[in-house]
């Protein structure tokens, strides 16, 4: 059992100087060579340091916003009033079809590989087809299929493999699917059958390069992801039944797909006040959300390590027993926490919550 991370990170450091690296890399310039190397040393960094806290198959440093970063690789998009509106053919120019953050590791796959002691993995995260649909204010039954088109370029220009390192997994990250009642994805639709469509082209792409695929999903109700013939792997929260239902282990097995166990809580305000709860048993609900609110701000000011209130490994390998005295080791090839630690208060919280993930997952691997 392997684990690997969502990916997204609070940035230590300056995020002005770090987006514009980022899009230095993107339109090079003289002018962009002092940031281009501050986004390098931070995502190299950010990569080595996942290394250093166990995980086996760290995601790039996702340190930008997760819907932009896509939308500004495309052509055909602009942002508007409310959202983004296609303007033209959806595209995305051959030479900035790679994710900034993938290029740069591949760049120094060979001080990484020495850094990390041998060859090592990638994972790729690609926010979805229908969460980046989401943000615009027009959609129609061909817009999923597009913008599918468009992100299996990127996944296609994002796939390296070298002697020191290259991609193991490519992750398409879809929270918003299934969260609300969406008429685009009624049954016999033709946005249904789109987005399916749109998923199979951007994981088939991966598939062919022979790199394993998964769905990052925050509920699982409709299963349409079930269909999904080039998905490997699939994840969702730690409460989300699918790590719970007796239906989940059926359609593993029927559709020959796999879970990674998510293990570890990663919403900051819920760790806190799950802590204020505990500690005030009899108090009100206002009464918990006011020292909530008087924590995060002890937090912020640094008075209070945010370590305190992450969960322990004791909590973190239950959750892992659970899953694979039910589905069965051979289905769960992965694990890691259940989502992206951007809600994290500092870069080495989120770091520590790496580590004891790690640790979690490995002592359970051995049967200690």
């Known amino acids: ?30 002018t962009g060579r002092e940031p281009a190397e501050y986004f390098e040393r931070r995502v190299v960094e950010g990569f080595l340091d996942k290394v250093r806290a166990g995980v086996d ?25 409310g959202g983004y509106m296609e303007t033209g053919i959806l595209s995305v120019p051959a030479g900035r079809a790679q994710i900034p953050e993938v290029a740069v590791l591949e760049d120094h796959a060979g001080e990484i ?24 204010v027009y959609r129609d039954g061909g817009t999923f299929r597009r913008l599918g088109e468009a992100l299996s370029r990127i996944v296609e220009a994002s796939i390296f493999d070298g002697r020191d390192g290259g991609v193991r997994l490519v992750a398409l990250d879809e ?19 789109g987005l399916r469509e ?23 109700v409709d299963g349409l992801f079930w269909d999904v013939e080039s998905l490997d792997v699939v994840e969702s929260h730690v409460d989300d039944p699918l790590y719970r239902s007796e239906a989940t282990r059926r359609a593993l097995e029927s559709t020959d797909k796999f879970l990674r166990a998510s293990v570890a809580v990663s919403d900051f305000d819920r760790l806190i006040r799950q802590r204020v709860a505990a500690r005030l048993p009899k108090g009100t609900e206002a009464a918990v959300t006011e020292r909530v609110v008087e924590t995060w701000k002890k937090v912020t000011r640094g008075e209070t390590d945010p370590a305190g209130f992450l969960e322990d ?31 994290f208060p500092t870069y080495e919280c989120a770091m520590e919550c790496l580590r004891r993930v790690a640790n979690a997952v490995k002592v359970t691997a051995r049967g200690d």
């Open 175 to 193: 929270p918003t699917f299934g969260l609300r009642d969406d008429p685009m994805l009624d049954h016999g639709s033709p946005g249904r059958e």
């Open 113 to 136: 590989r020495e850094e990390a002691g041998g060859p090592f993995g990638v994972k790729v995260c690609v926010t979805g087809p229908y969460t980046l649909a989401s943000l615009f």
């Open 1 to 30: 059992m392997e684990v690997y991370d969502v990916g997204s990170l609070p940035l230590a450091g300056d995020f002005r100087r770090f987006q514009e690296g980022a899009a230095a890399r993107l339109r090079p310039s003289p």
């Open 313 to 343: 490994v004791e909590t973190m390998r239950a959750r892992l027993d659970r899953a694979i005295d039910l589905f069965g080791a051979e289905r769960i090839p992965y694990a890691g926490p259940e989502c992206g630690l951007k809600s």
């Open 198 to 220: 749109a998923w199979e082209s951007i994981l088939r792409r991966a598939a062919a390069r022979g790199v394993r695929t998964c769905m990052h999903l925050h509920s699982t």
């Open 57 to 81: 198959i760290p995601n790039y440093p996702q340190l930008r916003d997760m819907n932009e970063m896509f939308l500004e690789l495309m052509e055909g998009v602009e942002r508007v009033k």
